[in-house]
């Protein structure tokens, strides 16, 4: 079965219709544009005064000579990428913000579990995402390497901006967030999350540390566990917009703010320590599933980790109250 048959098959199974409300790649309708606008274009090309087709060299080859594809194609892939980013991000947030609730959510929540086994749903829903997530990004994928044929510069600048966007599902932050879900929900007492798991694995004492998720289609996902600041296992790990990983500490250090404003008041003008992007701070996302496994797996670790912190935060704590008191008597 070839992956547009398989595509489809999915749109059409538990896992699409469960996920109807948030977009789909229009895969097959898009292919086709680039089908006929390659016949087009070989047309073209071959029809011309040369004695030798150039089919595969002169300007004619790239395809956005026709205007359908000029105006519309990349536009039109764009958006449906945009719209699926943002519908998997919102759907992950709501799930796992149940999973981590705290307070009197919490408290409602451990009510409810009494008559209604809702864990083991939110693990479904968690891996419906990840396939939804995974099958949408290698459409997008299958569309651009179509796209090579034409050598388009357009197709080129299309992914330079799903990178500006950052939109690329397979490098969101979400993923990582629901593999350490699933690998925290495997270390529950009910054992029926042990298959849902199998596919995921998590090493913290390998160098460098590393969380592996094993996807259908042969894809392997690898994510860097270590804070490029401290050069050591990330704890009370935050995301920034660009993706990159980092301790919240370190993060808050990068961006010149203290710990207890948070990354919120980072300058737009701050920049990310490995990219060097601009205005990435304010939407970090802080990984709360990835900072439970750790305090599971590496307790020690994890404690040794938070004293520092709370040390840390202490001493800023004083600078910061220091200087708004010396600020406010004029001094």
């Known amino acids: ?139 997008i994928r299958k569309i651009l390497k179509y796209d090579k044929i ?16 950052h939109v690329e599902l397979l490098q969101s932050p979400w993923l990582l967030e629901l593999g350490a879900f699933y690998l925290n929900s495997n270390g529950s007492d009910d054992g029926g999350f042990k298959e849902a798991s199998s596919n995921l694995s998590c090493d913290f004492n390998a160098n460098p540390p590393v969380m592996t998720l094993m996807l259908p289609h042969l894809i392997k996902l690898e994510f860097d566990l270590t804070c490029a600041v401290c050069l050591d296992t990330v704890f009370n790990p935050c995301a920034l917009s660009c993706g990159h990983l980092f301790c919240k500490s370190c993060a808050c250090s990068s961006a010149s703010v203290f710990l207890l404003e948070g990354l919120r008041a980072a300058s737009p003008k701050s920049k990310c320590p490995i990219c060097r992007e601009v205005g990435v701070y304010t939407k970090a996302v802080h990984m709360l599933e990835l900072d439970m496994l750790l305090k599971r797996r590496c307790k020690d670790y994890w404690k040794e980790r938070l004293t520092e912190e709370l040390v840390e935060m202490l001493t800023q704590s004083k600078l910061y109250w220091g200087t708004h008191a010396r600020n406010a008597i004029g001094y």
């Open 150 to 165: 034409h050598g388009s510069v357009n197709g080129r600048k299309f992914k330079s901006k799903l990178r500006a966007e």
């Open 1 to 139: 079965m070839n992956f547009g048959e398989a595509f489809t098959e999915y749109l059409h199974g538990e896992q699409g219709k469960f996920l109807e409300n948030c977009g789909h790649v229009d895969y097959k309708t898009l292919k086709q544009v680039l089908n006929t606008c390659r016949s087009n274009t070989l047309r073209h090309s071959c029809s011309s005064d040369s004695s030798e087709c150039q089919c595969h060299s002169c300007p004619c080859k790239c395809f956005f000579s026709f205007s359908v594809c000029d105006q519309k194609f990349f536009s039109e892939l764009m958006k449906e990428a945009s719209q699926i980013a943002g519908c998997f991000s919102s759907r992950v947030r709501h799930l796992l913000h149940h999973h981590v609730a705290t307070g009197m959510q919490r408290y409602v929540l451990s009510l409810r579990h009494c008559f209604k086994d809702d864990q083991k749903a939110m693990v479904l829903e968690g891996w419906m995402l990840i396939e939804y997530a995974l099958m949408n990004a290698i459409a």
